[in-house]
């Protein structure tokens, strides 16, 4: 069930935010009216953006802009660990003029070289309704595919998910979420899981909460499957900390986790490093090869528990 309802997140560079998504100050209203608290997905986003994602191997990205709301990516991957493979990335972008269109869709379509397919498609179907469908495949099989309708308030965010529906197994998972600012520095609301099979049936309850501060975020969420909390601080500029606790009473398993992010504009570098509690220590180390319309990305992650290392290194192109 966790895979699935991972689906629309699990890639955070395709998510499909609101105009209105807060930044991290919430004190920039002066009409006296709260603001909009922003999705349930995101709540711990401004964390999870400081640590490093993993690479391994070499990789070589090539991005093309062929208009102002088309563009796409072939990304050329060669692993030591898995096997190597090839990816075509397309978006489909509302651009400056279509974003005035309500009906206006936003596309964004993956493939791999095994025929495994991630399509997300996104209406604005008002100022305040979206409504985002995903679907996957693999290779010639759907596995997954989900549909939400998002409502934004000028102070809550309130969603309904419908996750794999199959009406000849009679099964479905509905999830809920619902976001309300109670201040401009808090934000309080919750999750409802609902999954019914032909062997089972339950729901699953998750309170939320979050409190911003000038420069940082503590995020907690709390109910009958586990917690989540984090808290992000920024302390300057070029420098950005985050701190997850996670609980698990599925796995019965807790992780304690640190990461830091280092930007030197000076240098056109930034750096991204993190220790958890299972012993992995991690770094990228991403330089803007100016002139050139390249990045260069070097990583290693070593887990001391399990004697293992992995060091990739890429190449973004465009």
């Known amino acids: 069930m966790g895979s699935v309802l991972a689906l629309s997140t699990r890639s955070g560079r395709q998510n499909f935010p609101f105009p209105q998504d807060r930044p991290l100050s919430r004190w920039d209203r002066r009409d006296g009216r709260l603001p909009n ?33 088309f563009k796409v990516s072939h990304t050329f991957h060669l692993s030591a660990v898995a096997p190597s493979s090839y990816r075509f990335h397309a978006e489909h972008l509302q651009s400056d003029t279509d974003s005035k269109e309500t009906g206006s869709p936003m ?3 993956e493939m791999d070289s095994s025929g495994s397919l991630n399509a997300h498609s996104l ?17 010639a099989q759907f596995v997954a595919w989900q549909f939400e309708t998002e409502y934004r308030g000028s102070d809550f965010t309130a969603a309904v998910t419908m996750a794999n529906p199959d009406i000849l197994r009679e099964s479905v998972i509905m999830v809920a979420h619902f976001l309300q600012s109670v201040s401009p520095q808090l934000v309080l609301g919750g999750e409802l899981v609902y999954h019914r099979g032909r ?9 939320a909460g979050q409190y911003s501060g000038p420069n940082w975020v503590a995020t907690l969420n709390a109910g009958k499957g586990g917690a989540h909390a984090s808290y992000y601080h920024r302390a300057n500029k070029q420098i950005r900390v985050g701190v997850e606790f996670e ?7 807790t992780t304690f986790s640190f990461g830091y992010q280092m930007e030197l504009p000076e240098a056109k570098m ?26 260069l990305i070097m990583g290693a992650f070593v887990n001391h528990r399990a004697g293992k290392l992995q060091v990739g290194l890429g190449v973004n192109v465009g």
Do not use: W
């Open 37 to 69: 608290p922003g999705s349930f997905d995101g709540l711990h986003r401004n964390c999870k953006d400081v640590f490093p994602q993993q690479i391994e191997g070499v990789k070589l990205v090539i991005n093309k802009t062929l208009s102002s709301f």
């Open 107 to 109: 596309l964004i379509g």
């Open 247 to 253: 609980a698990s009473t599925r796995t019965q398993e």
């Open 123 to 139: 209406f604005h179907l008002s100022e305040k309704i979206r409504a985002k469908a995903v679907f996957q495949t693999q290779q």
């Open 199 to 207: 062997a089972e049936e339950g729901g699953i309850l998750t309170l």
């Open 270 to 295: 930034v750096f991204k490093g993190m220790l958890d509690s299972r012993c992995i220590i991690g770094g990228v180390l991403e330089k803007r090869l100016y002139p050139l319309p390249a990045t």
